[in-house]
């Protein structure tokens, strides 16, 4: 990890750029408004690790969302794979979440009543790219690739905390995203558990090139990432 921020520039000189914030700033509207983030300038290369960090209500979230198009901006512009989202339509944002995003929260948000093979498969069939059957296959490899080999057709339920935030994971990588937004990842899990998936992030960027952003509390994530930024307040520590 580096030691300064790098807010303003790539975490890796010469890398392509994936991700660019200008002035991104999100206001609640009222009587009173709310500045959640403010002037946020950021650039996140392809295949990198990035973590934000920052002490409590500090905008982290906030973030997270605008960068994953979860909310839009009041003012301030955002380039995700060469493409301004500022026009973009709700369906428009809603196709480039599923087609080019992968998140991961601190609670696993699997479909109760579905198998762990039918929660991964869920993006593959909403994105319709694949057949049913190639589908199910890379469900299957996703699931055996993080463990869940002979769990397939569980319900969440049956299994442990740790195990449905890998099944999770495996969800947030169906469509092959180019970036995965995690909010507090491993808030709910034990030691192991969260070592367990701090490793497939930090593997997923080192030899796929996904670029993975992650809100963290926990500080061995933040030392597994190229860069921590740090917000205050809403706004990027320098
Ligand atoms: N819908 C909302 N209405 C009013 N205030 C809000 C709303 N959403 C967030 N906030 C406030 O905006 C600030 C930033 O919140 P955010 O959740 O982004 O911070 P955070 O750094 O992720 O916090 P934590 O580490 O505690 O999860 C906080 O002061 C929060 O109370």
């Known amino acids: 990890m580096s030691s300064a921020n790098g807010a303003r520039g790539l975490g890796r000189p010469g890398a392509a750029l994936l991700l660019e914030a200008e002035g991104l700033t999100r206001t609640l509207p009222g009587e009173v408004p709310v500045t959640l ?5 950021l650039q996140i290369a392809r295949g990198e690790f990035v973590s934000i960090v920052g002490p409590s209500g ?48 601190q609670f696993h948000f699997l479909l109760p009543e579905f198998s762990l093979l039918d929660n991964v498969a869920l993006p593959m069939r909403r994105l319709a ?33 740790g195990q449905r935030q890998r099944v999770a994971l495996a969800r947030a990588l169906a469509n092959e995203p180019l970036l995965i937004l995690a909010d507090e990842p491993t808030g709910n899990l034990d030691s192991a558990s969260s070592q367990n998936v701090r490793s497939i992030l930090r593997e997923l960027c080192s030899q796929n090139q996904t ?5 963290t509390h926990d500080s061995s994530f933040a030392a597994a990432a190229d860069r921590a930024i740090t917000l205050v307040d809403g706004r990027l520590q320098p």
Not at 37 to 41: C, M, S, Y
Not at 85 to 94: I, V, Y
Not at 211 to 215: E, W
């Open 37 to 41: 983030v403010a002037d946020i300038d």
């Open 129 to 161: 790219r694949l057949s049913e059957a190639a589908i199910q296959a890379r469900a299957l490899a996703l699931l055996d690739q993080l463990g869940l080999k002979g769990h397939e057709h569980k319900q969440p339920h049956k299994i442990s905390g």
């Open 58 to 105: 500090s905008g982290k979230s906030s973030l997270l969302y605008l960068l994953g198009l979860l909310d839009r901006p009041t003012s301030g512009r955002l380039v995700l794979d060469g493409v301004d989202t500022a026009g973009f339509s709700e369906d428009q944002l809603a196709d480039t979440r599923l087609a080019k995003l992968g998140f991961v929260f």
């Open 211 to 215: 670029t993975v952003i992650t809100v």
